[in-house]
């Protein structure tokens, strides 16, 4: 359809990677929100994103780990392009062991027996690559063997807030938080709370901001997709958007210039701002 000049999305990095193709051929420019997998860099010149690759995510989570001195790590993943791209990211860079790395399908119904083994193998940090169903099941059963190391989720942990007395204490990689004090942020939290009456969070801040700079883009270059595109590549320090989520500009990859990636913990059902891993 000439009609559509820009598309924003997509959520998820195996819908993103799939449709990244469609776009290239069809000479489309596309921003996506929260895909993170490592398999979208450079995938096309028509495909940019607003959210940091895990190939960097994972360097973060895995320095803010080793600043809290821990020195042996499990993994558990999801076993997709985001769950595989974010944990060999994490496992390349942590400094200390790796006592175990293992796959888990997203719809987990029983963790009893990774908690139990890691019981045995005494790991100071389980990082959990994954989203709110397999996460909250992890946590669920680390609370109901008294299992208290330290855990660990990335930007896909966002909905684990949903159980508050489970997501207590967990740290969580996420490029936005409602307790973000900057003006823009605040404001942004506010408008949404009185229209939708309730919390923004990550995912929401990404949509969000994808939708104003693609907006911007067509008020400054006009309704034509080679100059949208050109548009986004050509944005620099000057020019970058300024968004909820930190300011934007892109590589010749597509990937944002700068990371907004931070780390949180859990408290109260919000995500605390607790460093950012450098």
């Known amino acids: ?5 820009g598309v924003v999305g997509h959520v998820t990095s195996g ?4 449709a990244a193709k469609v776009y290239d051929a069809g000479t489309l420019p596309a921003l ?6 490592p398999d979208l860099t450079g995938i096309s010149p028509w495909v940019f994103r607003v959210v940091p690759s895990d190939s960097s995510n994972g360097i973060t989570i895995a320095r803010f780990a080793a600043a809290r001195g821990k020195k042996r790590a499990a993994i558990l993943y999801e076993n997709d392009a985001y769950g595989r791209g974010l944990a060999e990211s994490f496992r390349h860079s942590f400094p200390g062991e790796i006592v175990s790395m293992d796959p888990i399908s997203a719809d987990i119904a029983d963790a009893e027996p990774y908690i139990a083994y890691y019981k045995t193998r005494s790991p100071d940090i389980v990082f959990v690559v994954g989203t709110q169903n397999s996460g909250l099941t992890v946590l669920r059963e680390a609370h109901r063997e008294g299992f208290g190391v330290d855990f660990v989720g990335g930007d896909g942990w966002t909905g684990i807030v949903t159980d508050t007395v489970t997501s207590e204490g967990a740290y969580v990689g996420t490029v936005f938080t409602v307790e973000d004090p900057r003006p823009e942020v605040q404001r942004f939290v506010s408008d949404f709370q009185q229209r ?3 919390v923004p969070d990550a995912y929401a801040a990404l949509g969000y901001d994808a939708a104003r700079l693609l907006a911007r883009a067509i008020r400054q270059a006009g309704p034509d997709r080679a100059a949208i595109r050109a548009y986004l590549a ?6 970058e958007f300024h968004g909820v989520t930190g300011p934007l500009r892109f590589g010749t990859d597509g990937d944002p210039a700068s990371s907004s990636y931070r780390m949180t913990r859990v408290h109260r059902g919000t995500f605390d701002l607790v460093g950012d891993g450098r």
């Open 1 to 5: 359809n000439p009609a559509v000049v």
């Open 15 to 18: 819908a993103m990677v799939a």
């Open 32 to 37: 996506a929100t929260s895909a993170t997998s």
């Open 196 to 198: 939708y009456h309730e």
């Open 234 to 239: 050509s944005l620099d320090e000057a020019t």
